[in-house]
Antibody
Framework: QLQLQESGSGLVKPSQTLSLTCAVS??????????WSWIRQPPGKGLEWIGY???????YYNPSLKSRVTISVDRSKNQFSLKLSSVTAADTAVYYC????????????WGQGTMVTVSS | EIVLTQSPDFQSVTPKEKVTITCRASQSIGSSLHWYQQKPDQSPKLLIK???QSFSGVPSRFSGSGSGTDFTLTINSLEAEDAATYYC?????????FGPGTKVDIK
């Protein structure tokens, strides 16, 4: 059973860069056929898709965040990562990683989520 | 960007009652509409994909219908464990987007 686990800094200062990693276990990120996404949810609010990466390394970012987002994959460690630069309080959220089949892009597996607070 | 709207925002329901949640897309998305359930302090779980295909392990009381711009999630005979927020999500075009959610509370 494939599982996803987010990790990273829970507290980031304004203007700095948020960095998170999603470890994939029970399966290989290099197997193909899937996209690997980051999704966030501000406290008490809805879900916002940030972007995804394929095992090949190709990416697509939400235009609303594109100028600040980088998603990368490390096949040797079976993980993918998110970097969000120039953060503000508006970036405070629970950040989820999730997998979707490339055929339908329905998110069938999610990580448990990690809370990131932007504060000085 | 495709905008999804959901109604109602909130619904308080008694057990065994039928629940209907609608999701409307700002333009036609075919059947590329998926439904998720999120309980407090948990990550979302996929219920229905492609408008009407039940995901593995999802109880049969959950069903979906619709195509184009109008979609429905139905919960037949609501159980207490179904208290949650339900989100629709479209994958017809990038960026992927979600509806604002419908919170279902148990009376």
């Amino acid at each position: 059973q494939l599982q996803l686990q987010e990790s990273g800094s829970g507290l980031v200062k304004p203007s700095q860069t948020l960095s998170l990693t999603c470890a994939v276990s029970g399966g290989s990120i290099s197997s193909g056929g899937y996209s690997w996404s980051w999704i966030r949810q501000p406290p008490g609010k809805g879900l916002e898709w940030i972007g995804y990466i394929y095992h090949s390394g190709s990416t697509y970012y939400n235009p609303s965040l594109k100028s600040r987002v980088t998603i990368s994959v490390d096949r040797s460690k079976n993980q993918f990562s998110l970097k969000l630069s120039s953060v503000t309080a508006a970036d405070t959220a629970v950040y989820y990683c999730a997998r979707a089949h490339v055929g339908d892009h329905a998110f069938d597996i999610w990580g448990q989520g990690t809370m990131v607070t932007v504060s000085s | 960007e495709i905008v999804l709207t959901q109604s109602p925002d909130f619904q308080s329901v008694t057990p065994k009652e039928k629940v209907t949640i609608t999701c409307r897309a700002s333009q036609s998305i075919g059947s590329s509409l998926h439904w998720y359930q999120q309980k407090p302090d948990q990550s979302p779980k996929l219920l229905i994909k492609y408008a009407s295909q039940s995901f593995s392990g999802v109880p049969s009381r959950f069903s979906g219908s619709g195509s184009g711009t109008d979609f429905t999630l139905t919960i037949n005979s609501l159980e207490a464990e179904d208290a949650a927020t339900y989100y629709c999500h479209q994958s017809s075009s990038l960026p992927l987007t979600f509806g604002p959610g419908t919170k279902v509370d148990i009376k």
